[in-house]
């Protein structure tokens, strides 16, 4: 598993920029920076009430369709860490990031 850090606390998942899903993914089939990236799995507050969601964990699977990416081996993210980003602003998938994308 890797050790994420999330700065997206408009997410219903993020607890003290910890995620409470298990699993997320990273889109960004045809990324070539950071800013190509996105969480696929981000889901936007909106007055959900957070009990609604797992424990937060520090470390998550993290599927990856950045293929590009350094980090990528089939599908899935190898590096030890990474962070998502796109702050507490984030309204979509497309507003985040993943902050440790780096193209082959």
């Known amino acids: 598993m ?5 700065s ?5 998942y993020n607890q003290d920029h910890y995620c409470a899903k298990e699993d997320i993914t990273v889109g960004g ?15 936007g507050k909106n ?6 969601v797992s424990q ?7 599927d990856c369709e950045a293929s590009s990416c350094v980090h990528n081996r089939d599908c899935k993210c190898c590096a030890e860490s990474i962070g998502i980003g796109g702050g507490s602003q984030a309204c979509t998938c497309r507003e985040t990031e993943c902050a440790d994308f780096c193209c082959r």
């Open 8 to 12: 997206v606390t408009s997410c219903l």
């Open 56 to 62: 937060a964990s520090s470390t998550v699977d993290i």
């Open 47 to 52: 007055g959900s009430a957070s009990n609604s």
């Open 2 to 6: 890797t050790q994420l850090d999330c």
């Open 29 to 43: 089939s045809n990324a070539k920076k950071a800013s190509d990236t996105c969480c696929e799995s981000f889901r």
